[in-house]
């Protein structure tokens, strides 16, 4: 079974500039989860995805920060504009459901913003 | 609110010695409490976690940890390690029927550097 995939796994930008990443969750998962993991700190969670609707978007900041899920699969998420503060790994994970499944973790992307 | 506590943020220990890593967490409400560990350059992948009953929970790579209801703890063990157990480990807790769908609260990560 295919695991989370991530793409980029990689990206330097600039200050104020746009950046978009995406998500291929494990197939049959129908939770999807955006997480931010700040250097040294464990990871936070952006956004939670249940099929293509939102269940959390509470810690996701909106004013710059944007994530969808197109029927329900594949999801993107996009920063604009950046700020320096949001250097970090930013990761994706999915599960078949809530509660007591296992969440899956892709290998993250690596942001800079310089 | 809930929030997570790893008590120590790096543990240096000697290859086949036995080590703890310490978790705390405080919440209104019942939890799914949760251990993952983060290799260089890779994802997260759970090692182990407790849902109900037992409250010794044993994962994978030999890992297991103890669920303590009244000291709100939830310590991860191994009898001896290895040089390969080097990484990152994080503590995790869900709140049980939480609005915010089961999501994951992450400690800040305990580094365990196995050294030979």
């Known amino acids: 079974e295919a695991g989370v995939a991530q793409s980029p796994r990689y990206k330097i930008i600039e200050k104020r500039q746009s950046v978009a990443f995406w998500c291929n969750p494990i197939s049959g998962h129908a939770t999807l989860y955006w997480y931010q993991q700040i250097l040294g700190q464990g990871p936070k969670l952006l956004i939670q995805f249940q099929n293509n609707g939102v269940v959390d978007d509470s810690q996701l900041p909106k004013d710059r920060f944007s994530a969808e899920r197109l029927k329900g699969v594949d999801s993107t998420l996009k920063i604009q504009p950046a700020k320096l503060e949001d250097s970090a790994v930013y990761l994706c994970a999915s599960s078949r459901g809530i509660g007591t499944d296992t969440q899956y973790f892709g290998p993250g992307t690596r942001l800079t913003v310089l | 609110a809930q929030s997570v506590t790893q008590l120590d943020s790096q543990v240096p220990v000697f290859e086949e010695a036995p080590v703890e890593l310490r978790c705390n967490y405080s919440?209104?409400?019942?939890?799914?409490l949760f251990w993952y560990v983060q290799y260089p350059n890779q994802g997260l992948q759970l090692l182990l976690k407790?849902?109900?009953?037992?409250?010794l929970v044993k994962g994978i790579n030999g890992f297991e940890a103890e669920f303590n209801k009244s000291q709100t703890s939830f310590h991860l063990r191994k009898p001896s390690v290895h040089i390969s157990d080097t990484a990152e480990y994080f503590c995790?807790?869900?709140?049980?029927?939480?609005?915010?769908?089961?999501?994951?609260?992450f400690g800040k990560g305990t580094s365990l550097l196995v050294t030979p």
């Open positions: 919440s209104s409400v019942s939890v799914y």
């Open positions: 407790y849902l109900s009953g037992s409250t």
């Open positions: 995790a807790v869900s709140e049980i029927n939480s609005n915010s769908g089961y999501a994951l609260n």
